[in-house]
């Protein structure tokens, strides 16, 4: 099987910052893609942005200038720079991966227990 770990939230004022790891452990044999999502109270959970490997990271337009994604591929991980931070943000935040566990397998899903990330004053 495969973990994902999430960490790095908690309470921050508006305009501050966060940085969101997402740590991906188990049998793996190759990551596609990582993406973020979050969900806010009462409302769907929603992508935030992903990278697809060898490729370049995409956002939505809510976040875009504001939101950064890089991923360690050796450590099989992904961030989440999230800079000028809005209540509106306030959200749990959810890693996603699709995971190849053996060579020539199809893609799985997997998701992070989720962190939550408050911006308050």
């Known amino acids: 099987q495969v973990q994902l770990v999430e960490s790095g939230g908690g309470l921050v004022q508006p305009g501050g910052s966060l940085r969101l790891s997402c740590a991906a452990s188990?049998?793996?044999?190759?990551?596609?893609?990582m993406a973020w999502y979050r969900q806010a109270p009462g409302k769907q959970r929603e992508l935030v942005g992903g990278l697809i490997s060898g490729g370049s990271a995409d956002y939505a337009d809510s976040v875009k200038g504001r939101f950064t994604i890089s991923r360690d591929n050796a450590e099989n991980t992904i961030y989440l720079q999230m800079n000028s931070l809005k209540p509106e943000d306030t959200a749990v935040y959810y890693c996603?991966?699709?995971?190849?566990?053996?060579?020539?397998?199809?893609?799985?899903?997997?998701w992070g227990q989720g962190t939550q990330v408050t911006v308050s004053s």
């Open positions: 996603n991966a699709a995971v190849r566990q053996t060579i020539g397998s199809r893609l799985y899903n997997y």
């Open positions: 188990g049998s793996i044999f190759s990551i596609n893609a």
